[in-house]
């Protein structure tokens, strides 16, 4: 059983940084991969990043966020991280944290394959 609760969200301006966090409850947490998804008022939920616990922490992104936001993990603290960078007015959305044994390096972006989710946090951003 996995836990998430995602902080750091808010009210920014077009061009400026947020930094979100997922803390996560459980002894298993390096074992998840952890993604970040978000959803906008009338549309469906979306991928937006993920980090793998294989690898080396492989990372995937959406091509809408490729260069602006980076996900990060950090095992001994049990969080996961989304650095977002030069952000845009169409980044508004709620962004939900997400935990999941079952992810693969095809399927990551897949909402499905994750069994756990945070509440969410707004992200607001003003043009």
Request: proline residues 2%; contains cysteine.
């Amino acid at each position: 059983q996995v836990q998430l609760v995602e902080s750091g969200g808010g009210l920014v301006q077009a061009g400026g940084s947020l930094r979100l966090s997922c803390a996560a409850s459980g002894r298993t947490f390096s074992t998840y991969t952890m993604g970040w998804f978000r959803q906008a008022p009338g549309k469906e939920r979306e991928f937006v990043a993920a980090v793998t616990w294989w690898s080396g922490s492989s990372t995937y992104y959406a091509d809408s966020v490729k260069g602006r936001f980076t996900i990060s993990r950090d095992n001994a603290k049990n969080t996961a991280y989304l650095q977002m960078n030069s952000l845009k007015p169409e980044d508004t959305a709620v962004y939900y944290c997400a935990a999941g044994l079952a992810v693969t390096s095809g399927n990551y972006y897949v909402t499905g394959r994750y069994g756990y989710w945070g509440q969410g946090t707004q992200v607001t951003v003003s043009s």
